[in-house]
């Protein structure tokens, strides 16, 4: 959504016969602009065992741009990561999302970990449990949720977002996904749905009021990463559901489908998506032509309209 | 002189039955029979129409609020400028509509039917020959 053009609007709608100066609009606009770009962010805990894919999570989310590890875990503390967006450039960065070390590595770790979790949880927006789709035994999640994390934040487990990912693998597995149009298979689909079933069941045996949802997706194949993003909102408190859309930056799914699957508009937005586009203002100075940049340098507003014009 | 003779690659589609397994050969990995394209496209089509929906409600559960907070803040800033500030009436109204016609569309699609009941015909009296003669029978809900 365009700032200025939705200050403009409210101006004439908010002001009625009153005429409001260049110079006022001019400075109340860049007042908003700062109150915008400095609301703090919101945070999310990305939490759950060793290997199910958080950092691919979060990667796919918001492009985070994580170090992903498939031979040992690679997040061994808790660690703030301030992630990308693609609407208005905040002062104060990003999404602050905590990338949760695994609960299942060790005895050790996880007292560790569970001191860590008691930290964080109290001071995040919205939890996300990562469960591997495939791992049908949650009796440990179940164990964790009842007696460990419950005691830390009630009313945080009771929106928490229960995340299925690797998808793609759940029985009959990886063979049956269709390469093609990056689906799984019908008998997939339906092992999916009978596995959220159940733990959508076995969830509510140790948290009778618990009211957030179950998403089936997977980050490596991108697959219902708006469905997962959608379900996350809901478990944002109110007010702060914009700052949290407007970091979104979801891997594109369309990107792995065949063309001839396609219908002919997907198909050709895919193609304009597909131009390269620079995502550091950096990248955009240095592709810029010298005469350009000298006559741009100096008028702020030259130069937005001139991305603008870019389509950047 | 080499006749020239264009390679033919049958398209073969056959059932190899091994045991319960029933194999079909196809050209390549990337072959999808007609009949199963059709399938593969419809699935495909209605997945990406839960992502746009998706796609949609995220907007609409952030946009009236982000609207909402700069319209605090505008009339806020605006007061301390010497501006006098009324209300914005239709804040929001271009996402809430959207997401209300796909409502409409929804419950118009699924909307439970009604049934009405005609009071009975008197039984007494002949058919009538002329339209004139017809009796109006009345709705009893």
Redesign the interface.
Known sequence: ?D?RN??QG??R????D?K?SDE?FE??YR??ED??DN?PPPRFAFIGETGVGKSSTLNALFNAGLEVSHVKACTQTVQKVDVSFNEVEGVNGALVAYDMPGLGESQLKQREHIALYEQVLKDVDVALWILDAQNRAIASVQQYLEKELKAIHPRLLERMVIALNKVELVYPGETDW????N?PS?EQEENIKGIIFDVKRKIREVLPNWQGKIIGYSAHKRY?L??L??AM??AVP??R??V???R?ALAD??EL??PQ???PE?RRSRATHQQPQPSKMSDIVQSMPSEELAKLAGDKKAFLTWLQKQGL | MVAKTRAVIPIVKFNQTLGNLSMKQVLNETYIPDDDLANIRRRLISHIESMSDSELRIAAKSEAIFQNFVSDLFKSIARIFGYLVGKVVNLGKDIAKSLICKDIAKSLSRKSSQVFVLEKAPQDLSLPINRSQVKVLKLEN
């Open positions: 959504m700032l939705l200050v409210l101006a709608d908010l002001l009625g009153q409001m006022d400075k109340i007042m908003i109150k915008v609301e269709h390469p093609l149009a689906l019908e219902n708006p469905q993003f959608d909102m809901d109110n007010k559901r914009w949290v859309a407007s979104k799914f369309l489908v065949d699957l396609l219908p997907k």
